[in-house]
């Protein structure tokens, strides 16, 4: 090789180096300058995807979890449902109740409900004889939209008891207190609201005069006349529009205080029923609660056939009182010696019944046909019926 051919290769050589070295020379300057944050654009976070897209209304119900409701009364009730804020318009909202298996209408019916309102639906139950029923409540609406429901109704005999006019309220009261109770707390260790509730009958219980809005809520008053001060005027009167509605009175005379007897005389008087209560014999009977004397009890079988007496045979009766009747006032059960002691009468719509003595619900055991007898009395003054040829 010549000397000039090496002489190209060494400066094209040299070239190379210097070249590759420029290069990265340069690399390495670039590497440490600061490279300017790259600009981001904002974006809106993407909403999560439901699983149940709202495309149905959202309805929430004001419904009773059970009724109960007096026997033979019509009554009524609301219920109602929401439509909540946010989702459809529940449309052609449609409302079928029935009990068991009758239906009932409901108003008002196929409406709709937009969202965030609500809409109230009113139901008349018609008069409902004593028992358990099933209300079943069926709501469709648009779209997709079918809830069923099914609501325990209770239907029963319900009896007024007023202490206003005794003077056994005041004692109650007095007892309520040293217990720091309602005083309605201490009234359920009364035999009549015991001997009640036992039989699955309710008790409303008033301390203050007689009134159409308590009478319209019961169907049959009961008149207990211990310690009985005298009905007003308007009590009366109320007594008898409630009888002349069809209700029932349930006259009972005392177990042995003469100053009830004269005040149920006295209601008796203004009804002009044919019955007065008297002392069954003088010599039994003396002022004061300690007074009397020992009374005999006697068991009788002189009772009328009626269907209110069905199997009842034989009555225990230790009262001091019994019941002089003329018709219509009809005997159900006599002493062996002739004296009624049970009776009772249709008056305009209504039923009275008369008991000589409220003993009879104290004999419990001994008893039994006492209490049958006193219940089915209690049943017959509630039922309306029509008038029966009672034998």
């Not at 201490?186 to 219980?205: A, C, H, T």
Request: glycine share 6%.
């Amino acid at each position: 090789m010549s000397k000039q051919i090496k002489i190209l290769i060494g400066v094209f050589v040299a070239v190379a180096i210097l070249v590759g070295a420029f290069f990265l020379y340069n690399k390495l300057l670039i590497s440490e300058k600061p490279t300017a944050p790259k600009e981001t654009i904002p974006q809106k976070p993407k909403e999560p995807i439901s699983s149940t897209e709202k495309i149905s209304p959202k309805l929430s119900f004001s419904i009773p979890q059970k009724l109960e409701v007096p026997a033979y009364k019509t009554s009524s009730f609301n219920f109602s449902i929401e439509n909540e804020k946010g989702y459809p318009e529940a449309k052609d909202v449609n409302i079928a109740l029935s009990l068991e298996e009758t239906p009932i209408s409901v108003t008002p019916n196929n409406i709709s409900i937009a969202p965030g309102e609500s809409q109230t639906f009113k139901v008349k139950l018609d008069k409902l004889e004593p028992g358990n029923y099933n209300l079943y409540l069926k709501i469709q609406s648009k779209p997709d939209i079918s809830i069923n429901k099914t609501i325990p109704l209770k239907s029963q005999i319900v009896v007024g008891l007023g202490y206003y006019h005794s003077n056994l309220l005041q004692i109650w009261k007095r007892e309520a207190a040293k217990q720091e109770k309602k005083y309605y707390e201490i009234i359920e260790d009364y035999e009549m609201v015991k001997f009640l509730d036992r039989n699955d009958i309710k008790s409303e219980i008033t301390d203050s005069p007689l009134s159409s809005k308590f009478l319209g809520k019961i169907n049959v008053m009961i008149v207990l006349s211990q310690d009985l001060s005298p009905f007003s005027f308007n009590e009366k009167q109320e007594l008898k529009n409630f009888l002349d509605n069809g209700g029932g009175l349930l006259l009972v005379a005392p177990d042995y205080k003469e100053i009830g007897l004269a005040n149920l005389n006295d209601l008796i008087e203004f009804l002009h029923l044919n019955v007065k209560i008297n002392r069954r014999h003088e010599g039994w009977y003396a002022p004061g609660y300690f007074g009397m004397k020992e009374k005999p009890e006697e068991w009788t079988n002189k009772i009328t056939k009626h269907p209110l007496t069905s199997g009842i045979e034989q009555i225990l009766y230790g009262g001091y009182y019994t019941l002089d009747i003329k018709p219509p006032m009809i005997p159900l059960v006599r002493l062996n010696g002739g004296e009624t002691i049970y009776a009772v009468q249709y008056y305009a719509k209504g039923k009275i019944g008369v008991i000589g003595s409220e003993s009879v619900l104290k004999y419990g055991d001994s008893c039994y046909q006492c209490q049958k007898l006193y219940l089915n009395l209690i049943k017959w003054l509630a039922a309306p019926e029509i008038c029966e040829e009672m034998g």
